[in-house]
């Protein structure tokens, strides 16, 4: 919890860690901005991994034929009018995420929320949860997002580290 206590110190913005499930992604952890306007998505919610920052790292952590057999059985419903409905489009980026080491929501789960996310990996590089900022894109958008990709990928190797992950 420290350790996103600082993230969200030095971002501004709320940190959430997220767990995979059979049906999405869970809020585990998540330490909220001080902020007034926020994004209020509690511990315990669950999130699809389709159009969400840390359900796109977990999707693109997946071996290929994992990963078809998952998209084929995901509901690709649109949250927002930028979330991914085809599997096509949505492999296309996860391929990206998947080079790159991030992922971002630009308002696909929520109108006027961008969110980053960053893989939380084990010892032998296995995914074990992601590590995201989330906030309104009055404050945190594509630029802001891009600002604090280093800082949660340093993070998120000190949880790794620091949980024997």
């Known amino acids: ?26 809020y585990a952890d998540r330490v909220e901005t001080n902020w007034p306007f ?12 389709h159009c969400t920052a840390s359900g796109k790292t977990y999707l693109a952590s997946l071996p290929p034929k994992k990963r078809r057999v998952l998209l084929d059985s995901l509901d690709l419903r649109a949250y927002t009018e930028h979330t991914h409905t085809s599997t096509e489009t ?9 080079k790159d080491g991030f992922a971002l929501d630009l308002e696909e789960f929520h109108d006027g929320m961008v969110a980053i996310a960053v893989p ?10 992601a590590l995201a900022i989330h906030g309104p894109k009055q404050r945190f958008d594509f630029d802001e997002a891009m600002a604090r990709r280093g800082l949660l990928a340093e993070s998120a190797k000190i949880i790794s580290q620091t949980f024997g992950y």
């Open 1 to 26: 919890h420290q350790i996103l206590q600082n993230i969200a110190r030095e971002a501004g913005e709320t940190v959430n860690f997220v767990r995979p499930e059979i049906k999405g992604m869970i």
């Open 38 to 49: 926020r994004v209020l998505l509690p511990v315990g919610t669950h999130v699809p991994f």
């Open 90 to 98: 949505l492999e296309d980026e996860l391929q990206r995420i998947s």
């Open 120 to 129: 939380v990996l084990d010892s032998r590089r296995r995914y074990v949860a």
